[in-house]
């Protein structure tokens, strides 16, 4: 490790110091877990009303069975809340899978759908449209302000320093991510005096990145990729945090290495940042790209813009990719790339139909502009300490049933439980409880508010998993 790398080790290091001592309780606290809620108000009815029961019957009838729904029909929402068919009231503490960073029916939201769709929805790619370019300006401006893909925080914004590509979800964006490395990879090497094949992709144990072919082959759950057989070739993964595969996995063959600084769906698991380092420095010595996926800790969901923005620059990406709650649950993705990468995408080398539409990117650069506004950093950063001051005691409450850290940061959090089996029974107490929770990896249970969310509704979703923790 260099010395700018041990220096900027260090000052992040202090910053984690100074932050855990920050994270103390601001409000009065019980002395033990609440049991407010430990019988069930939320059970599922004998008898729905006859539209509930239509619903669900046409659902079973017409709909693929990939998901395992409960048996309730969600009918509309406001805020945090949202209300069953049969008038039941839930405190959504998932947000779509952190995708409603403003919450349901934001009024802001719909109108900018409302105005949009009234002038432009769809053009195609063919031509240029006024939402897309503002977009992409301000997602690349607001990274070299508030940090990440090399930008030092404070950075003055510049033109062609970064490039956009956007895309309609996640998975896509990941495609699109992995592509881009390996058109590179493949353009350098041509160029070589001794080429080399330079194709192989490393990516993480418990990892998740999407459902198509290519960004399943780089996800790191059996439980998702061995039902469909050999996907890509040339694929490797690594444990998290594990210094020692670094080198043996990433070499003279790899074109990129993709990764989630924190993973969701693995269980809440955050990169080290010495691990992320050592990284970065094997990737610069091999020329293999760099990928963050930062789908769902991203966007300030962790009180920064990217997950990633105030570590070291020397571990950062040479791409992000981001979806979830960029137009507050309209369908879009990005790919954000350091221009040095750009060059090798000419016209035809990648595209989509529906991506950058002006409906799309109109939502995303309102949705945006309010995440980024510092009132609201202000409140995810304070309210994301209030959320950990009363999750702190729980291992303490439950030591036989939780493991003693918290994981995640901001508003990604994850309770890790020794028993595999208790995290499904909690999602499912905590909704009989009206509070939607999720499940991350074999052992957590996941907590992705809104970021809008407030005091009172953190202390309602923590009571009820308290009671629900005290049944198990």
């Known amino acids: 490790m260099n010395l700018a790398s041990s220096s900027s080790l260090r000052r992040h290091q202090l910053l984690s110091q100074i932050l855990s001592r920050r994270f103390i309780s601001t409000g009065s606290v019980s002395s033990g877990p609440s049991t407010a809620y430990i019988s069930a108000t939320h059970v599922p009815l004998n008898s729905p009303n006859p539209s509930t029961q239509e619903l669900l019957d046409r659902s079973s009838s017409y709909l693929l069975g990939v998901y395992a729904r409960p048996d309730f029909v969600l009918d509309h929402g406001r805020g945090l809340w949202v209300w069953d068919t049969d008038g039941r009231k839930y405190l959504d503490f998932s947000a779509g899978i952190a ?29 240029h449209n006024e939402w897309a370019g503002k977009l992409a300006e301000l997602l690349v401006t607001l990274t070299q302000t508030h940090g990440g893909l090399g930008f030092s925080p404070g950075s003055t914004p510049a033109k062609d320093s970064a490039k956009v590509f956007f895309s309609n979800s996640g998975a896509e964006a990941n495609e699109g991510a992995l592509k881009i490395a390996r058109k590179n990879a493949r353009d350098r090497s041509l160029s070589a005096s001794s080429p080399v094949t330079k194709e192989g992709i490393v990516h993480l144990e418990n990892s998740f990145h999407g459902r198509t072919i290519g960004a399943l082959s780089v996800t790191g759950n059996k439980k998702y990729t ?202 499912q107490l905590a909704r009989e409880r009206g509070v939607l929770v999720l499940t991350a990896g074999s052992d957590a249970v996941r907590l992705v508010p809104s970021l809008t969310v407030k005091k009172e509704e953190i202390d309602f979703a923590v009571d009820v998993l308290e009671s629900s923790l005290s049944l198990l």
């Open 226 to 427: 061995e039902p469909f057989g050999q996907l890509l070739q040339n694929v490797s993964s690594m444990k998290l945090n594990d210094f020692t595969a670094v080198r043996e996995r990433i070499n003279e063959g790899t074109a990129a290495v993709i990764l989630e600084p924190i993973q969701g769906e693995g269980g809440v698991n955050a990169a080290q940042v010495e691990w992320l380092i050592s990284i970065r420095e094997r990737c610069n010595e091999v020329g293999a790209t760099l990928i963050f996926d930062e789908i769902q800790c991203g966007l300030f969901r962790t009180g920064t813009l990217w997950a990633h923005s105030q570590l070291p620059v020397e571990c950062h990406p040479d791409i992000v990719t981001m979806a979830k709650p960029l137009a507050n649950g309209f369908p879009i993705g990005a790919v954000m790339l350091k221009d040095s990468l750009a060059t090798a995408m000419t016209p035809g080398s990648h595209g989509t139909t529906f991506g950058g539409s002006p409906l799309a990117c109109a939502v995303g650069h309102h949705v945006l502009s309010r995440l980024s506004d510092s009132n609201m950093v202000t409140h995810v950063n304070s309210i994301s300490e209030y959320l950990h001051s009363r999750l702190s005691h729980l291992p303490k409450w439950f030591p036989k049933v939780l493991t003693k850290d918290i994981r995640g940061r901001g508003l990604i959090r994850g309770l890790a439980f020794n028993d595999s089996n208790h995290p499904t029974q909690v999602v």
């Open 99 to 127: 995708v409603n960073a403003l919450g349901h029916a934001d009024e802001g939201v719909t109108e900018v759908l409302a105005t949009q769709s009234q002038r432009l929805v769809h053009a195609s790619n063919v031509f």
